[in-house]
């Protein structure tokens, strides 16, 4: 793993990869889940977000922080298949994140774009990117802006279907 990404997943301790995943409902998966790649975490930590807007909250919206002792790993391909993962059983997008820079208003947003090292939305491949430079690029933000883009689709549709509950 390269330094500067080792230093920013390493700040609190453990290696720690922090991942979002909004369209697959609140109710944390189990730990088995993140079972990927030959590895198994020391940790995995969900987070069932609070105070959720009303149209996130209807497609649910999860963080885990997903914890490894060994630095030495593929942390790469591990997000990449973990982004997989939360994907893969709901029309949902997922991100990977540095620790600190959720905010209901800024998700996938080209202010944090810099922030985020990897996403997945459903039926595509996930992207990750371990290179700091280029994390804070314009290839990366158009990038990100796609997967915001996608966000915003799974939005709309959950308030187009919640519109027409209330209106039966």
């Known amino acids: 793993m ?25 109710t944390p998966l189990p730990e088995e ?45 591990y997000t990449r298949v973990v982004l997989r993962r939360l994907c893969a059983d709901a029309r949902s997008v997922a991100w990977a994140a540095f620790e600190g820079s959720f905010h209901y208003d ?22 990750v990117e371990w290179d700091i430079a280029a994390l804070r690029g314009e290839a990366w933000r158009h990038r990100i802006a796609e997967a915001r883009a996608a966000f915003d689709a799974l939005l709309s549709a959950a308030e187009t279907q919640g519109g027409k509950r209330h209106r039966a």
């Not at 700040?11 to 995943?21: E, Q």
Request: charged fraction near 25%; proline fraction near 7%; include cysteine.
């Open 106 to 127: 800024e998700i996938l947003t080209d202010r944090v774009a810099h922030h985020v090292y990897g996403y997945c939305v459903a039926g595509a491949e996930p992207v």
């Open 33 to 77: 889940a993140f079972h990927l790649a030959g590895m198994v975490p020391d940790a995995v930590l969900p987070f069932p977000l609070l105070g959720q807007p009303e149209a996130i909250e209807r497609l649910g919206l999860v963080s885990y922080d997903i914890d490894f002792e060994d630095v030495s790993l593929d942390l790469r391909e």
């Open 2 to 26: 390269e330094d500067e990404m080792r230093d920013l997943l390493c700040w609190r301790g453990p290696v720690s990869v922090n991942v979002f995943v909004v369209g697959s409902g609140n």
